[in-house]
């Protein structure tokens, strides 16, 4: 009986690799089975909600006292035909100028909205659309977070993305920016959006490693990442660094001596004279070229 178990286990096992071999995405993550989605490299940032240790690195974000001034919220249609939501600071002059924000893994929470505010702001005449890849979750546990990342369907998300490009028209100029789950958002957005992508700000989120998808980016790539990171480390911020320039891609990386999330004011690990930092050279760096 015991060499029987063993056998149908050991088949089983074998289907599964090859299974996932013969998948156009299959990957083998931190030493887990993985049949990734569509995009390896945002469903390697999703397998971390699988390790503790980056759960505990997120404390729930605190609750903000946050009446948008500017912006509200709207519904767009995406290209699947479904509605997707975001958050609009419109720009009081007339532009083709826009900025998309990609929020991190609690989701289009307060914090993001504010934030999405102070770009409009300090940007000028600049439309600033929060989207919203949760599709109107907000996780307010590292827990429900880890899930709603790890739910987030490739086809999905680009489907809200390319519904927004359409939104903001064919003659717009689009600049991405996001953080953590964003982040690595950003620089798929900048992709998906093509000969309209103008800039692109990654903070500390996972970065595409297909020479292949980079060679067909438009904008100069700006990565803010932080040097204690144990997950988006040294290690893949220098890959992609070497990646990009190989394929003769404009990226300009600033590393601060800080923690994953260091710049959201929720997270016990916030540095604020680092997130100054980041953000007012963000705001030169979109300023060029928008």
């Given at each position: ?14 289907f ?30 999703a397998?971390f909600a ?21 912006g ?14 975001a ?17 991190e ?11 999405a ?15 919203d890849?949760?599709d ?24 809200i993305?390319?519904?927004a490009?359409?939104y ?20 798929q957005?900048?992709l998906?959006a ?41 290690q ?18 600033k590393s601060?001596k ?19 930092d980041a953000?007012?050279?963000s ?8």
């Amino acid at each position: 009986m015991k060499k029987s178990y063993t056998f149908i286990s050991l088949f089983f096992f074998t289907f599964l690799v090859i299974s996932c071999q013969n998948q156009p995405n299959g990957d083998m993550t931190e030493g887990k089975l993985c049949c990734s989605i569509e995009n390896k490299a945002t469903a390697s940032f999703a397998s971390f909600a699988s390790d503790p240790a980056f759960l505990n690195k997120h404390e729930a974000p605190e609750s903000i006292d946050f009446k948008p001034a500017l912006g509200e919220d709207i519904t767009f249609k995406a290209t699947d035909g479904q509605d997707a939501k975001a958050f609009l600071v419109k720009s009081k002059k007339k532009t083709n100028k826009y900025l998309f924000v990609i929020h991190e893994w609690w989701g289009l929470n307060d914090y993001i909205k504010k934030e999405a505010e102070k770009f409009a702001k300090d940007l000028g005449a600049v439309h600033v659309l929060a989207l919203d890849l949760y599709d109107g979750k907000l996780a307010t546990t590292p827990e429900d977070a880890g899930k709603y990342m790890q739910a987030t369907k490739a086809e999905r998300a680009e489907a809200i993305i390319k519904g927004a490009i359409a939104y903001a028209g064919d003659q717009a100029r689009i600049a991405t920016v996001g953080w953590c789950f964003g982040g690595g958002w950003s620089l798929q957005s900048s992709l998906i959006a093509k000969d309209q992508a103008v800039a692109c700000i990654i903070y500390y989120g996972m970065p595409e490693k297909d020479k292949e998808k980079l060679k067909n980016l438009k904008p100069d790539v700006l990565g803010i990442f932080a040097t204690e990171d144990a997950w988006i480390n040294n290690q893949v911020v220098s890959d992609f660094e070497a990646a990009m320039k190989e394929v003769g891609k404009n990226v300009e990386i600033k590393s601060y001596k800080a923690d994953h999330a260091f710049a959201n004011p929720s997270n016990p690990k916030y540095n604020k004279a680092f997130a100054e930092d980041a953000y007012t050279y963000s705001i030169k760096f979109l300023k060029k070229r928008l």
